[in-house]
């Protein structure tokens, strides 16, 4: 099982950016999909972005699109989502979750970060 650790998390203001990584340990990750996923306070757990093992294909929730970019260097085992213009609504907790195949999916993982705490001001 491969153990995925994410860091970059912090307070933001409203426009701001952040830059998300996830890094795994255990095994390689080349041959995972790899997705972000986020829990805002008294939510259910929403799919964000995902992208494919070699990073040909991406995904992306209506909510985030054209703002978050989710990219892979499989050489550094890591996975990252850069965040622009954030919003307030975008606060939560972001986990990352390697996929149990090589290709996109929204709601089967086989492994999960501890997540790290995104916070956008007003």
């Known amino acids: 099982q491969v153990q995925l650790v994410e860091s970059g998390g912090g307070l933001v203001q409203a426009g701001g950016s952040l830059r998300l990584s996830c890094a795994a340990s255990?095994?390689?990750?080349?041959?995972?999909?790899m997705a972000w996923l986020r829990q805002a306070p008294g939510k259910e757990r929403e799919f964000v972005a995902a992208?494919?093992?070699?990073?040909?294909?991406?995904l992306y929730a209506d909510s985030v699109k054209g703002r978050f970019t989710i990219s892979r260097d499989n050489d550094k085992n890591t996975v990252y989502l850069e965040m622009n213009s954030l919003k307030p609504e975008d606060t939560a907790v972001y986990y990352c979750a390697a996929a149990r195949g090589m290709g996109i999916t929204t709601i089967d993982f086989g492994s999960w970060g501890q997540g790290t705490q995104v916070t956008v001001s007003s």
């Open positions: 992208i494919t093992w070699n990073g040909g294909s991406t």
């Open positions: 255990g095994r390689t990750l080349t041959y995972y999909g």
